[in-house]
Antibody, heavy 115, light 107 residues
């Protein structure tokens, strides 16, 4: 099970950290990704972490978002800075990545960037 | 980045119909292709992985095929629970990408 928290309303230029608590498997032993979905739009992969803290980012968030994990808490994070209106979306925490299917999804947390 | 193109974007169908959705990649992804079903307000659900492998618990009316750059999702006999939006996804590269989605509507 994956449970995301941390979403909310934030002004443009602001920062927010999303958390994703996992149960039933070990976050640090799996590829873990963030996927987002803007209102009425399709799915967009955002970032992945795997192995010894290797990370990849979509071009749209590179340099602004940071994915990380805490093994002691079995939790995945997404630190978002310099937020833009176009970052408004439901953010999903997902188990999966390159060559690893996205088999477990969280319920999603809504991030709204607006003044 | 690898781009994924789904067709059609919308499909009107009736219960019992056989449906086929197509997904094309801009370069070969071998068989690293997954299909997801999403209903309004819900997280996506994995249906098919590795192009043709059925995820545990998914009804056998769903099937996938293809390799390289062309893939299909087939629903052999559409059921009321199947009206939803379907996405393909390539997971061959570190930069993963989804198709734009196919909305299956009631005719």
């Amino acid at each position: 099970q994956l449970v995301e928290t941390g979403g909310g309303l934030i002004q443009p230029g602001g920062s927010l950290r999303l958390s994703c608590a996992a149960s039933g498997f070990i976050v640090s032993s799996n590829y873990m990704s963030w996927v987002r979905q803007a209102p009425g739009r399709g799915l967009e992969w955002v970032s992945v972490i795997y192995g010894g803290d290797n990370t990849y980012y979509a071009d749209s968030v590179k340099g602004r978002f940071t994915i990380s994990r805490d093994s002691s808490k079995n939790t995945l994070y997404l630190q978002m800075t310099s937020l833009r209106v176009e970052d408004t979306a439901v953010y999903y925490c997902v188990r999966g990545g390159r060559l690893a299917r996205f088999d477990y999804w969280g319920q999603g947390t809504l991030v709204t960037v607006s003044s | 980045d690898i781009q994924m193109t789904q067709s059609p974007s919308t499909l009107s169908a009736s219960v019992g119909d056989r449906l086929t959705i197509t997904c094309r990649a801009t370069q070969s992804i071998s068989d690293w292709l997954a299909w997801y079903q999403q209903k309004p307000g819900r997280a996506p659900k994995l249906l098919i992985y590795k192009a043709s492998s059925l995820q545990s618990g998914v009804p056998s009316r769903f099937s996938g095929s293809g390799s390289g750059t062309e893939f299909t999702l087939t629903i052999s006999s559409l059921q009321p629970d199947d009206f939803a939006t379907y996405y393909c996804q390539q997971y061959n590269s570190y930069s993963l990408t989804f198709g734009g989605g196919t909305k299956v509507e009631i005719k």
